[in-house]
Every structure is written in C-alpha cells, then in structure tokens.
C-alpha cells in the first residue's frame, strides 16, 4: 500500500520577531530585554514620576525579629550588585536611585512601622491563627492609614514561623492581606523569609525594585508599537472562579484590561455572576458564563474603557480567555460589544501537548538534520487550521541575551500555546504577535516573559484571590493593588 507522505505533512512555520519595549513616552528607546532596558534608559515614567514624589517611601508590618532582616533588604537594594545567576540574561544592578531616579528611603515617620509580635500565639485575641493574623494583619493597616501621606508602598514580612497561620478552609494569607491593601487603596509587598535569605542578590534587586516601583505608581516599560497591529487595539482576559461550598458555589469572575495595545491602563474588574452555576463538576473543567453575565462583564469593561479614553471606543477588541467560548458567551459578548467595529475573542490554551525541536542541517551533504542545543526560537508560529496556530511564547530568545544564545529556566523541552479564535477576521500571525508581546508585560517579576500573555495571567491571579475573600467587592480595582 503506497502512502501519500505529502498530506501528512505539517503547514510552514513562521519566526515573529522579538517584540520591543520602550522606556520612553516617545518610542525613542528601545530594548527588547526588559532588564537591560531599564538599566540603560531608566524606567518610561521617570519624568512623571519624580514630580510626583521625590523618594519611594517604604512603611513595614513586621515582626519584630524580621526587623534587621528588611533593613539588610533596603540595603541590597540600594547597592550595587553583581549578577550571580542567568548572566546571559540579567545586567549588573546598579542601585534603585541610579537606575529608577529616584532614593528608596525608610517612610520618616516612626508611626509608618508597625512592629508585630514575634510569637504566632500572641497575634490577635483570639480565634484560630488564621483568624489572629488577619486581625494583627487588619490592626497594622489600620494605624497605617493614620499616615498614609507619609509612604507609598508597604512591606509586610510573614516569616515561616508563621506557616500554621498562612492558609485555613477559605482563607489565604496573601490573598488577605491583598484584599485588605485594596480596601485601604495600599499597595503591599509580602517578604517573606526566602526573600531576605535568597543568595542571589541581583536578581532579587532587580524583580523586588520593578515590583515596588509599579506598586507606587510608576511605569517601568511599555510594548513599542507593533506595526500589524491596528490602531486603537485594546484587550480584555476573563478568568473564572469558583466561590462558596460545593452545594452553593458560583462564580466570581474578573475582567484584566490592558486598555492599549502598548500594555498600559491596567485595571481590573471584579464581576460576580448571577446565574448560578448548576452543574459544579462541569463548571469545574469547563468554566463558562450565561449570555446575561457575559453581557454584563463585558459591557462593564467597556464603560472603564470609555471613561479612560474620553468616551471614546476601541477600534479593535481582543478578548482571551482560558476556555473555549460557548454560543451562549459568543452571543453575550457580541450584545455588549456592538459598538465596536471589530472584536475577537481567542481561547488560549497553555497546554496543548505539543513539542518542538529546533534541527540543524547535517555538516556533510546528504547528512540527517541534528537538533540544536537550544530548543525552538520563541516567537515560532505553526499555522493549524485557518483560525488556530502554536505559538511558541518560551523558546530561544537570542537577541535579549548579554551573550550569546538564552533559554529562559533552561530546563526540558518548552511546549506552546495555542490560540483558537472563535470570532473575528485577519492574519492569525497578528493575534499571534499580540499574545507575544503580551507575555511581557508581567511588571512583577524580572524574567522575559511569562507562560502565557498578561491578559490570562493577570485576570487569573485576581479571580483567585476575590474567590477567597468573601467581604472584596466587586469594584474596578488598579492592579498594582494585588500584585
């Protein structure tokens, strides 16, 4: 029996290139390694900043043991250190005042420090630990307010003495303290004790200082415009939750906007659904809203759009979400979203089973191919079908290497993701080329990209966190507030 090994074969793939970030309002400096960017240009709002305060100001909820423990932590990140690890990738830290423009000083207030008890058992007056940590936890935030106009960001260190305390039925520590953070409209920074121990310096510097000067309202780096992408883009994630007991749980869903194509305005929108879910084991493995909710969200968003832009529309709405859109959630957002001229709504899927490996041409004529020692180029896009592509968002990354060739994490053979569009028209490289460059714009941590574009990773972190906190309303929120 003869075979057609033609048909069997697989689409060409194409290489996007590495999207650019800029670290200045006119586009002027660019870098695609968001780390070496900042080190050379200073972070995109440094102007703004600066005239908005003239130090980043640090208030602390701590033990009092862990006291010595932040200072040190101040202290690494006002000096310079050396990379001791991911060399190919991460520059030498210069200090926060030289590279952000601005001192990170101590709040000068006495009162902006709150010392906590060292023992577990003396937290709070009573309750379980859980319930005594919330209220030392509470109480702190509340003499912070006192002073709210003396810092900007707050650290709070829950060291590991505490871990009895950390996580009950319905209860996560984190999650807490960053629903009493958004309550209080103040942005938090959790320490713990593998943050003041961690033995590599300089990438602690660099993931901890991004990570306070976007709580305290900066903007370190923006997407450089990408030419295929139309003007006026704007993009939403949904991420699904599920609050309450088993016999009465619903959903609690959130909308992550990036407002512009350039990854700025993120804010969040916490939307608990009014359906009820009726089948919670199908809810489980294939979260999706009815057509009301889904109207409702998306509706919801567009009205934080408009009132950002002036009233104005996007031209072009992207929405993603982790889960195939049902007719019932296609028909929801189209009610809402009517106005718009154009809108697609992807399903990114992390886990598509798939493997890539990168084959060099044999060194002799007529020898086999041989694989490379680094995996496939990130930005490798393999065409499916007319509406379904792998994009390969980890992968080889030369150009934002200091040397040389770098794989981010260094460890097994990266898979892509896949994105299926289920509505809207155009090349599926531009959608893409979006999900990309989405991946990194993840302002709290120092790596290159995320698994997956911020729309999903944002939108996801959030649903967790109002799923676990009963009392959070459902309010539009700044990110920087649950970071």
Known sequence: MSMNFDASKMAPFTLLEEPQLTFDPADQ?????PLRGLDLFG?????????????????????????????????TLRSNQKPGDRKEYVPHFRGFAD??????????????HIKLPDDLDKLG??????????????????????????????????????QAAFRAPGFDAHDALKALGAAYGIPTQVINDRAINFQYKASLAWR??????VKAGGIPWKLAPLPEVPEGTAYIGLAYALRGEPKEAHYVTCCSQVFDADGGGMQFVAFEARDPVKDIEEARRNPFLSRNDMRAVLARSLHLYQGRNGGQLPRRLVVHKTTAFRSEEMEGALDALSAVPEVECIEVGSSPGWRGVWLNQGRKRGARSEPDGYPVPRGTVLQRSGNSVLVWVAGNAPRASLQGD????????????????????????????????????????DALYDPVPVTIRYSQRLARTIANVRALPGNAYAYRLFM
């Open 29 to 33: 400096s660019l870098d695609v390694n």
């Open 43 to 75: 972070p995109y709002s440094s102007a703004t900043f600066r005239a908005y305060t003239p130090a980043l100001r640090i208030a602390s909820i701590a033990p009092l043991s862990g006291l010595a423990g932040l200072r040190d932590l101040i202290d």
């Open 99 to 112: 590279i952000f423009g601005v001192p990170l000083i101590g709040a000068p207030t006495g009162s902006a």
């Open 125 to 162: 007056e009573n309750g379980p630990a859980h319930e005594r940590l919330l209220q030392a936890l509470r109480g702190g935030m509340d003499r912070l307010m006192l002073v709210r106009d003396q810092f900007d960001v707050a650290l709070v260190h829950l060291p590991d003495a505490w």
């Open 208 to 213: 901890l200082s991004i990570a306070l000067y």
């Open 406 to 445: 770098y794989y981010q994490g260094k460890k097994s053979i990266p898979r892509p993701i896949s994105l299926v569009r289920h509505a809207g028209i155009g090349p599926m490289e531009t959608t893409a080329l979006e999900a990309l460059a989405l991946t990194k714009m993840d302002w709290n941590n």
